[in-house]
């Protein structure tokens, strides 16, 4: 049989029982790689579950730095005996399978074409320890201990990596280092090691990568960061899946950061609100009365949110909401990733509304992106909606560092001050385009004695804020509002272009997570002889580069994780795009991450088997007819 | 449709400590029915803030939606003011104090949009002891739908169409007694002497102060036999005459009978109330439940303070926030700085 051979090139999952500590175990063995310098992407695939569920970690090792998920197992490390059948069956032909050998596998289980590595973890287990959560626990660092043989993982830095984790307690160390000999010895002693997929450190990275002094790092976490950067003082929520990281993450700095050394008192407020309604209701008053507050929620709180997001486009109160997506409809997957709330944000509530809305691709992304959502809401008067994902959200991503300009000065929009109103000789006006960018000037609440006070409601009103049904009133604010939200369009981050190498008619056009796996799925088509152009959306309203890719190609894929292709549809609606045919929907919507294999599978499909005249570059075909 | 006042102010009109008219607290032409319970409410506000020398300026107004909901564009147009969405004004208010605990917060609200589609937001505004006034404008019914049936309308009471409401009502101002509010008071709309100082208390309270305010709505639910009706308030109110004495005031009496209490505020002012029964503990809260309840039992409604806890945690003390307002801090004090970043990448590696 033929064992599959790679250097710093494969896929591993290990399939656990949640609850039993293995998280931490998984995601030191990833951690350990990336101090290698070999480029990683973990991603944890987790049960709606608190205890006892199986539960799998998948790491992807890809020396030329792709971090989407590539598709197939080259290792599964199996601890769980309730996955153990499909677990099996998931590794590629000349793959690996190690599992705890303490009873021996049932031959059902036994393929022919996969290499069998039985560790009895669990007879370890019983005979090093007596405590019963310690048997569990140590479990996960022995099989990281084993794997640091057979994968050839420098065992420095996991110990480094062990002392990390343990600062602040430190007479956990020696036990850790001790539970990964455990399985270190037991490896070296029992097989030959390293087995034929392995790491090795020193080898020459992928340009993108290396140009980077790359950070590890979830994008829930680098969001939050984005907030307190940005002068975020209130954040309001409620918890849900997979957005709850968000706030803890804040409420995490804030203690740091945010607590007067003199006073103690807090620099911040954050609020676990009644529902989703009164979080963004919170968010929406503290930032009328002049303070930068935000709400992070996933699907399920958007909807809820929806009223309240009309009213601030209205009424343009300017608000931040993070929305990490999950698999929908209603409570669909709460724990499993997808990008299907796109058409709901983009027009969330009743009327004609249209929201901004930012598409992170990194964490490095969603930090930047979350402290420019505050300035654009602030300059914009209206919600600003970052769509990140769980996948984004809740993994670790190799990242570029973050990043923030020491001279970058918060833009707060058009707020006139006391003097502002005391040097003003016409009568102030709340929703009067003084500037013809649609864009009003506000005052905030409690500013001066006499000049500059408004009512705000979500009814129709005229320029001075007073209640009208008058039908013109009502017409000229409705475009006015058409009009500032053109002018977001010069205001909001512009999207990504690649050309690829060739000339060609055919694009790809993607966002967020799926990024990755869309420029590795590019890459394999490529050397197929498919070209085509890429264009990474990062925010809608779509500027006029968007337009102007979508003119210049023929046909484009617009591969999304959903399952009506919303940006699709979000483009046909938005765009002047001709002809829906021109736009073909890539899909994929199990929940799990798409991989670039999926991708790469379903444009060529399309080109070979579709109605679509083949789209083989011209030195190919000259190859071919030589 | 915009009404604007005429701006002629009466030359020998009374100015209060700050120089300010009775007009200054005024806000746009009412455009609610004449004769609705809500318009006297705003009345006794613009009197309470007069008199009270508050700065308009300093004070927010904020609404859900309902015809009691509209009321802030009827006074204090000097105070920036946010009508929101029907039953959602608590959290607005909250989010709104989070940012700027120094202005003085009114909150205006209906039986519809507090005791139905707002219950769950008032009950947490409740809990939360936010620093505000909220006032419930309570006539039994959807004013501004038309006259639907609210979850206060009292069981036996007919509705516009004749039928008997036979659900059990919800009484605002025990539930809140129940869930921890710190100053409770009703009143009737047509008791100005009661309820302009019930304001003011309401306003020196520090911490959440609910005004639960029978106020006739006289196109839908003011029928004889309503409990919601002028008529029958006028029957069945029992008051407990208040007064309300501002700091360093000297306390002067306005009535003669019944037992006196007083009670001194956070900031040194003083309510005093005339009570209708001595042994009622306007300090505790069992004994408050237990007053309402036994004027309920006989079908009388008892008015007045009804219940208050002097010093208590406000929402700012909860949480430890700062005593300078939020929304006055600037990017130095709020923004961490690219070298902290550094460090935050350095461990990330
Ligand atoms: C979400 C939503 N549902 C329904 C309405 C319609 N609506 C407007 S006011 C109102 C009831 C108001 O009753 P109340 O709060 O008692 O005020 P009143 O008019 O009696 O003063 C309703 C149901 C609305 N504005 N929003
Ligand atoms: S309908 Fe009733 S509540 Fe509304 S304004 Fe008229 S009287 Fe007042
Ligand atoms: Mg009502």
Not at chain 2, 300 to 319: A, C, F, M, N, P
């Amino acid at each position: 049989m033929q064992a599959k051979q790679s250097v710093n090139d494969f896929v591993i999952k290990f399939a656990n029982v949640n609850g039993t500590g293995s998280a931490s175990a998984n995601s030191m063995f990833a951690k350990a790689i990336f101090r290698m310098g070999i480029p990683v992407s973990p991603r944890n695939i987790f049960p709606s579950n608190i205890q006892g569920m199986p539960t799998w970690y998948e790491v992807r090792v890809s020396q030329d730095g792709y971090l989407g998920r590539r598709g197939g197992i080259d290792i599964m490390v199996c601890v769980n005996p309730q996955s153990i059948k499909r677990d099996v069956a998931e590794v590629e032909s000349g793959g690996y399978f190690i599992y705890d050998s303490t009873k021996p596998l049932d031959l059902r289980l036994i393929r022919e074409d996969v290499n069998y590595f039985g560790i009895p973890f669990t007879d370890i287990c019983l005979r090093e320890y007596t405590d019963a959560r310690q048997r569990l626990l140590f479990k996960n660092v022995i099989y990281v201990g084993a794997l640091s043989a057979l994968l050839n993982i420098d065992f420095n830095v996991l110990k480094d990596l062990v002392a990390d984790q343990f600062k602040g307690k430190e007479k956990l160390i020696t036990p850790n280092i001790y539970a990964l000999e455990l399985g270190y010895q037991y490896a070296v002693t029992h097989f030959e090691c390293p087995i034929g997929i392995h790491l090795e450190r020193g080898h020459k990275l992928a340009k993108h990568i290396e140009d980077f002094d790359n950070i590890l790092m979830d994008g829930n976490t680098a969001a939050a960061l984005g907030a307190v950067y940005a002068g975020a003082t209130v954040a309001a929520w409620y918890p849900i899946t997979p957005s709850t990281s968000v706030v803890d993450a804040f409420d995490k700095y804030c203690r740091r950061l945010r607590i007067d050394p003199g006073t103690g008192k807090k620099n911040y407020a954050i609020i676990q609100a009644e529902d989703e309604l009164s979080a963004l209701g919170m968010v929406i008053g503290a930032n009328w009365n002049g303070a930068r507050a935000f709400t992070a929620t996933s699907g399920p709180g958007v909807s809820l949110m929806s009223e309240f997001l009309g009213l601030a486009y209205f009424a343009e109160v300017p608000t931040v909401l993070i929305d990490v997506q999950r698999a929908g409809p209603s409570t669909g997957m709460p724990t499993r990733t997808q990008q299907s709330d796109v058409l709901m944000a983009a027009y969330a509530s009743h009327g004609d509304t249209k929201h901004v809305l930012l598409f992170p691709a990194t964490p490095a992304e969603c930090f930047s992106m979350t402290v420019e959502a505050f300035d654009l809401a602030e300059r914009l008067q209206t919600p600003i909606i970052i769509m990140s994902d769980l996948d984004l959200g809740m993994n670790e991503w190799m990242s570029p560092p973050l990043e923030f300009d020491g001279d970058f000065k918060y833009d707060r929009g058009k707020v006139l001050s006391a003097a502002d109103l005391d040097g003003m000789e016409e009568r102030f006006g709340r929703y009067k385009d003084v500037d013809g960018d649609g864009i009003t000037y506000r005052t905030y609440p409690g500013v001066h004695p006499d000049k500059g006070a408004y009512f705000t409601r979500g009814t129709s009103r005229d320029e001075y804020a007073a209640y009208t049904e008058d039908g013109d009133e009502y017409v000229r604010n409705m475009d006015r509002l058409l009009r500032k939200f053109e002018t977001a369009k010069s205001l909001v981050p512009e999207p990504k272009i690649k050309q690829s190498e060739m000339e060609t008619r055919y694009g790809a056009v993607f966002f967020g997570t799926t990024a990755s796996p869309a420029y590795e799925a590019i890459e394999i088509l490529e050397k197929e002889g498919i070209d085509l152009d890429t264009l990474r959306i990062r925010s809608f309203p779509f500027n006029h580069e968007v337009e102007q890719f979508i003119r210049e190609h023929d046909r484009i894929f617009v591969i999304e994780q959903n399952r009506d292709g919303q940006m699709r549809r979000l483009l046909l609606n938005e765009t002047s795009v001709p002809a829906k045919e021109k736009l073909i929907p890539i899909l994929e919507y199990n929940g799990l991450p798409v991989t670039a294999r999926k991708i790469a599978g379903m444009i060529r499909n399309y080109v070979t088997h579709g109605n679509v005249t083949p789209l083989t570059r011209r030195s190919a075909t000259e190859e071919i007819s030589a | 449709m915009t009404f604007v006042k005429p701006a002629f102010r009466h030359p020998d009109a009374p100015l209060n400590e700050l120089g300010r008219s009775r007009q200054d607290y005024e806000g746009g032409l009412s455009t609610l029915c004449a004769g609705c319970g809500h318009d006297s409410v705003s009345a006794a506000i613009i009197d309470a803030c007069f008199e009270l020398n508050i700065e308009p300026h300093k004070v927010a107004k904020l609404s859900g939606i309902g015809c009691s909901s509209k009321t802030p564009a009827y006074f204090l147009s000097g105070s920036h003011s946010f009508n929101s969405v029907h039953g959602r004004m608590p959290s607005v208010a909250t989010g709104a104090n989070l940012a700027n605990r120094d202005l003085i917060y009114i909150g205006i609200s209906g039986d519809g949009d507090t005791a139905s589609i707002g219950l769950g937001q008032f009950a947490h505004v409740v809990r939360r002891n936010l620093n505000m006034t909220y006032i419930v404008e309570n006539n039994g019914c959807y004013g501004l739908t038309k006259g639907q049936d609210s979850a206060t309308m009292d069981t036996g009471s007919p509705n516009k169409k004749g039928d008997i409401n036979m659900y059990s009502p919800i009484d605002l101002a025990r539930l809140a007694i129940e869930i921890g509010a710190t100053f409770v008071g009703r009143s009737f709309s047509g008791d100005k002497q009661q309820l302009i100082p019930l304001i003011k208390a309401a306003i020196s309270h520090r911490g959440f102060a609910l005004l639960d305010v029978v106020s006739p709505c006289v196109t839908f639910n003011n029928h004889s036999e309503s409990t919601k009706s002028y008529e029958y308030m006028r029957g069945a109110n029992t008051d407990m005459p208040v007064d309300f004495v501002p700091m360093r005031q000297e306390i002067t009496a306005t009535y003669d009978s019944g037992a006196t209490c007083e009670v001194c505020m956070h900031d040194g002012s003083v309510v005093r109330l005339y009570k209708q029964d001595n042994d009622y503990d306007i300090e505790d809260r069992q004994s408050a439940l237990e007053a309402t309840n036994h004027y309920a039992k006989e079908g009388k409604i008892l008015t007045g303070l009804l219940y208050i806890q002097r010093d208590s945690e406000e929402l700012h003390d909860v949480l430890g926030t700062a005593r300078r307002p939020l929304n006055s801090m600037t990017e130095q004090q709020l923004c961490p700085g690219p070298r902290f970043l550094d460090s935050i990448n350095a461990g990330l590696r």
